[in-house]
């Protein structure tokens, strides 16, 4: 399916300035169709819009509309029938596990002990520590001598920000690998307890620097594509 709608069909309904607003990047939007109506019946491919469109069936204002339009090569009869096959057994979100995408970089054995440097700063005052995140991890260490007090683990890849809560009772990381994706990790400081990661998985993307407004409590990640 996404094979069919990459060759023929995104250059027009992909989700930036979609034709009619039918997005066809991906299932949700492509079952929630576009400005017609429902583009898929589920077990119906005969009464499916998109069907009757790359068959050139569909009739609007005594125009016969055919997906791809103009002199654009149809589809194959096979692409037509394997899209129907799907249509009728359902038109079930397919299960394919997010694919874990590792960031391909060749393996350089270092020859001496590497550094991890700081890549984010936060100082707690009322619990005078300092956690400094480095690649993936953050350390709690005293802010008077340096002293390392806890490690937290995660989040993946670099650690960009760092930031404690208002009252200083809890501690948040933002990490991530650059096009593969990020998290955001939230631990209590007293006994370093992991209490949520809020994983950034589906857009590739990485969290980059936290604002906190003091007033509201409110957290917010600026994401970098
Ligand atoms: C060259 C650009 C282009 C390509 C490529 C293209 N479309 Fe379209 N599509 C359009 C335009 C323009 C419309 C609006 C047609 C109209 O009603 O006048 C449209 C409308 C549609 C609609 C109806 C949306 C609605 O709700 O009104 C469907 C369904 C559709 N296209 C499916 C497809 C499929 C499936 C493919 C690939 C096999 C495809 N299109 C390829 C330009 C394109």
């Known amino acids: 399916m996404d094979a069919i709608f990459s060759r023929h069909c995104l250059d027009c309904h992909a989700s930036q300035d979609p034709e009619h607003g039918l997005v066809l990047e991906n299932y949700e939007a492509l079952m929630k169709g576009g400005e017609t109506g429902p583009a898929i019946v589920a077990e119906k491919?005969?009464?499916?819009?998109l069907i009757q469109m790359v068959e050139g069936r569909f009739e609007k204002e005594g125009k016969i509309k055919v997906m791809p339009p103009g002199k654009r090569k149809k589809l194959a009869p096979e692409e037509i029938a394997a899209l129907r096959a799907w249509i009728?057994?359902?038109a079930k979100e397919p299960i394919t596990p997010p694919i874990a995408r590792e960031l391909s970089v060749?393996?350089?054995?270092p020859k001496a002990t590497p550094r991890n440097p700081v890549n984010a700063l936060a100082c707690s005052a009322n619990a005078r520590l300092v956690a400094a995140g480095r690649y993936g991890q953050v350390q709690l260490q005293d802010a008077k001598d340096f002293r390392l007090i806890?490690?937290?683990?995660g989040p993946k890849g670099n650690v960009n920000t760092v930031l404690f809560s208002p009252n200083d009772s809890e501690v948040f990381a933002a990490g991530g690998e650059p096009a593969i994706g990020g998290e955001v990790r939230q631990w209590r400081v007293a006994d370093g307890e992991l209490l949520h990661t809020f994983p950034v998985t589906k857009t590739p993307f990485m969290p980059w620097l936290f604002l906190r407004m003091p007033q509201s409590w409110l957290l917010a990640a600026m994401i970098r594509k």
């Open 150 to 153: 806890r490690t937290l683990s």
């Open 88 to 90: 009728d057994a359902g």
């Open 106 to 109: 060749p393996r350089i054995v």
């Open 45 to 49: 491919s005969d009464e499916s819009l």
